[in-house]
């Protein structure tokens, strides 16, 4: 990614933080090592997706950004967020456009 791209992320990163925060879905306190540990995609059977977005997808992308590594390409976590903020009124959506946005920017790369 050029450095354009990477910046854009960033920013998709942070307005990401700032909607969990928006939407009370942000946690002081994370969830347990056994529960970030798991094996299963998005950790489902222990976490919920707003906290697989908090404590395990946004500081696992800033990390590959700091560290310039590769990063994921062609990620889809669109469809898990549609489901997963279906029952929110408004702010559902603005939550999935980020994600969304997200997606096309690691596709596009």
Known sequence: MIKKDIEQLEYLL???ACEL???EFWQALP???AALSSS???????L????????IFI????????????LPRKI???PMA????????????????IIQRIDLALSEQ
Request: proline letters at 7%; hydrophobic letters at 40%; charged letters at 15%.
């Open 76 to 78: 889809a976590l669109t």
């Open 40 to 46: 299963a995609p998005f950790c489902y059977d222990t």
């Open 21 to 23: 925060k928006a939407v």
């Open 82 to 97: 549609e489901e997963s903020f279906k029952h929110l009124v408004g702010h559902g959506q603005q939550l999935i456009d």
């Open 48 to 55: 919920s997706f707003q906290q697989w977005l908090q404590f």
């Open 14 to 16: 942070k307005q990401l």
């Open 59 to 70: 500081p696992k992308m800033i990390q590959l950004i700091t560290s310039a590594q590769p």
């Open 31 to 33: 969830p347990s090592d």
